[in-house]
């Protein structure tokens, strides 16, 4: 990972080129929204409007699934 600068520096780049959300979606991302599908053996970002958040549209309610790749770089 990167030697300097905060965690945030190193994933948000990554998590916008591998998922294609917003920033703003993924700038209010918290632990809480990364969660495992045990069905299909997958990890995804829930992305809701809660806690106030503000989103796009109401289509904007989502799961994004996460890509092997970032899983495999520790996400």
């Known amino acids: 990972m990167a ?3 905060e965690m945030w520096q190193y994933w948000l780049p990554r998590l916008a080129f ?3 959300a917003r920033r703003g979606e993924l700038v209010n ?3 809480k929204n990364i ?3 045990p069905d299909i053996e997958r990890y995804y970002i829930q992305i809701t409007n809660e806690d106030e958040k503000k989103l796009k549209t109401d ?3 989502r799961l994004v699934p996460i890509s092997q790749k970032l899983v495999d770089l520790a996400l």
Request: glycine share 14%; hydrophobic share 35%.
């Open 18 to 20: 591998y998922t294609g």
């Open 59 to 61: 289509n904007a309610v």
């Open 3 to 5: 030697a300097k600068g």
């Open 29 to 31: 991302l918290q632990k």
């Open 35 to 37: 969660k495992f599908h």
